[in-house]
C-alpha cells in the first residue's frame, strides 16, 4: 500500500467516524507516526476507535466491510487484553491492513491520566478525531518505549548461564535424531529467548541505549555490521542433521564472542569456565553422534 492509499483509507475511517455518534474518538499509532520507524508498502494502519458504549459497539462487526473487501478478521474480545481494550484485525482484498483497537471512554480516559504514558501511545500517536476532548492532557510521545535497556549484571549472568545450558538440549537432540526438538531449542529457545537478547544488548551498547531493533531483531541487519551479520545468519540452518551440527557450533562461537564484547564494554564478568565445559560437552556429544 502506497503513501497516498493509507492516507486515503486512513481518511476513510475518520470520515465514517464522524456520522458515528457511538464513536467519540480516533486516533492512529504505531510506526506510521514514529519519525524512526521503517515504513513500507505492507505496513498496517492501527487506529484507536474510543466508544461510549463498547459492548453495543462489540455486538456487531459489519462496521469493519466499510473499508474494503475483506479476505479475514482477527477478533479479539477485552479479555484478551486484561479488560483494556478490544480488537479487530482485518486483511482486505487489497491487501491492506488495519488493526483496530476499541476502547471504552472510561478505559481510554485511564490512559490518558495516567502518570505514565503507555508503551502503545509512546511509540507514537496522532489524533484524527476528538468529539468532546477526550484527549486533552495526553502525553506526548518520547518515541522512546522500546529502547533497548542495559541489563543489570545480574541479568546478564543469568542469561549466559541459560545461554550455554540450552546447548547441551540441542546438540542431545541432534545426536539422537531429533529434529523437532532440536529445532524447537535452537530456533525458539537458543534464538528468541537468548541470541535475540545478546544481539539487542550489543546493539544497544553501540548506540548509548537509544535504540530499539523492534521485535524479534526485525532490524537487526540494518543495525549489525556485515562481519556481525554474517555470524548471527551462521547459526541458521535447514533439516540436514550435520548442518545443524555446523550451526550448533556457530552458535558456540558467536555467543561466545557477544558474551565477551559486552562483558568488557558493561564491565561484567565472563563466565569463561562456564563457556569451556560447555563446549567441551557439545564436542563430546559431536564425536559421539561421529562415530554411529
Known amino acids: 500500500m502506497t503513501h497516498e492509499q493509507r492516507t486515503a483509507q486512513l481518511n476513510q475511517v475518520v470520515e465514517w467516524a464522524a456520522k458515528q455518534d457511538n464513536i467519540r474518538a480516533v486516533l492512529v499509532t504505531s510506526s506510521t507516526t514514529n519519525p524512526h520507524a521503517p515504513v513500507d508498502i505492507f505496513s498496517d494502519l492501527d487506529i484507536d476507535l474510543v466508544v461510549n458504549n463498547q459492548e453495543e459497539f462489540l455486538s456487531d462487526d459489519s462496521w469493519i466491510a466499510n473499508f474494503g473487501d475483506i479476505i479475514t478478521t482477527i477478533v479479539e474480545g477485552t479479555e484478551s487484553f486484561d479488560g483494556r481494550c478490544a480488537s479487530r484485525m482485518v486483511l482486505y482484498q487489497d491487501y491492506s491492513k488495519i488493526d483496530f483497537l476499541i476502547f471504552s471512554v472510561e478505559k481510554f480516559l485511564e490512559e490518558v491520566e495516567a502518570e505514565e504514558l503507555h508503551e502503545d501511545y509512546d511509540i507514537g500517536y496522532k489524533v484524527l478525531l476528538d468529539k468532546d476532548g477526550l484527549t486533552t492532557g495526553m502525553k506526548p510521545p518520547t518515541h522512546t518505549a522500546f529502547n533497548i535497556q542495559k541489563p543489570t549484571e545480574e541479568k546478564f549472568q543469568w542469561l549466559l548461564n541459560n545461554y550455554w545450558w540450552d546447548l547441551t538440549y540441542v546438540a542431545k537432540c541432534l545426536y539422537r535424531d531429533e529434529l523437532y526438538f532440536a529445532k524447537f531449542m535452537s530456533e525458539q529457545i537458543m534464538r528468541f529467548e537468548h541470541q535475540q537478547v545478546l544481539l539487542e544488548w550489543f546493539i544497544g551498547s553501540q548506540?548509548?541505549?537509544?535504540?530499539?531493533?523492534?521485535?524479534?531483531?526485525?532490524?537487526?541487519?540494518?543495525y549489525l555490521s556485515e562481519d556481525m551479520w554474517k555470524k548471527a545468519t551462521e547459526t541458521f540452518a535447514a533439516s540436514d542433521i550435520k548442518e545443524n551440527w555446523r550451526a550448533l557450533f556457530a552458535y558456540i562461537s558467536f555467543g561466545r564472542e557477544l558474551g565477551q564484547q559486552l562483558a568488557a564494554q558493561l564491565g561484567y564478568a565472563y563466565p569463561t569456565e562456564l563457556d569451556q565445559r560447555i563446549t567441551a560437552y557439545v564436542e563430546h556429544a559431536y564425536s559421539l553422534w561421529k562415530k554411529r
Open 207 to 222: 548506540h548509548n541505549w537509544s535504540v530499539t531493533t523492534n521485535k524479534y531483531g526485525r532490524l537487526f541487519k540494518k
